[in-house]
């Protein structure tokens, strides 16, 4: 695949993410979208459904997930990247949705910050941020910089 076809495929994935973000309050249910964006430290807990809240972030974080695989399908062309990178977003998500349904249900109120921050990484493609230098420093230590 040709170095333009690469940039413009990343670049397109890319606006999927912002697209994904940007019609969150369209494609899915998060009473929590508006708590933590206005008034966490005030208002009570929005009233919520777990298994409802549960599938919609396995959704998002799938959505994200999928196109963030792809792009670093597209940045590294190895299955091998991929299928590790699948198991590091399978047991991140394991371990942040039991983490924030448990910080949802007891901590909340008291430790809102840490509940922010764990949600933020199941509904934003933060991993992607992260993988891409580090499998970009991974393939240029071990001597395979094209």
């Given at each position: 695949?040709?170095?333009?076809?690469?940039?413009?495929?990343?670049?397109?994935?890319?606006?999927?993410?912002?697209?994904?973000?940007?019609?969150?309050?369209?494609?899915?249910?998060?009473?929590?979208?508006?708590?933590?964006?206005?008034?966490?430290?005030?208002?009570?807990?929005?009233?919520?459904?777990?298994?409802?809240?549960?599938?919609?972030?396995?959704?998002?974080?799938g959505?994200?997930?999928?196109?963030?695989?792809?792009?670093?399908?597209?940045?590294?062309?190895?299955?091998?990247?991929?299928?590790?990178?699948?198991l590091?977003?399978?047991?991140?998500?394991?371990?942040?949705?039991?983490?924030?349904?448990?910080?949802?249900?007891?901590?909340?109120?008291?430790?809102?910050?840490?509940?922010?921050?764990?949600?933020?990484?199941?509904?934003?493609?933060?991993?992607?941020?992260?993988?891409?230098?580090?499998f970009?420093?991974?393939?240029?230590?071990?001597?395979?910089?094209?």
């Open positions: 695949m040709s170095i333009y076809v690469k940039y413009l495929l990343a670049g397109l994935l890319f606006l999927v993410l912002i697209a994904i973000r940007a019609f969150e309050y369209n494609l899915f249910y998060d009473p929590f979208l508006n708590f933590f964006k206005y008034d966490y430290l005030t208002a009570n807990i929005p009233a919520y459904d777990n298994v409802k809240l549960f599938f919609n972030h396995l959704f998002r974080y959505l994200n997930m999928a196109v963030s695989l792809t792009i670093i399908y597209v940045a590294f062309e190895n299955r091998q990247v991929i299928r590790f990178a699948s590091l977003y399978a047991i991140a998500f394991v371990i942040l949705i039991i983490g924030y349904f448990y910080l949802i249900e007891h901590d909340l109120q008291r430790d809102y910050l840490l509940t922010f921050y764990v949600r933020r990484f199941l509904i934003q493609p933060i991993f992607v941020i992260i993988l891409l230098p580090a970009y420093y991974q393939r240029k230590i071990q001597g395979k910089e094209s």
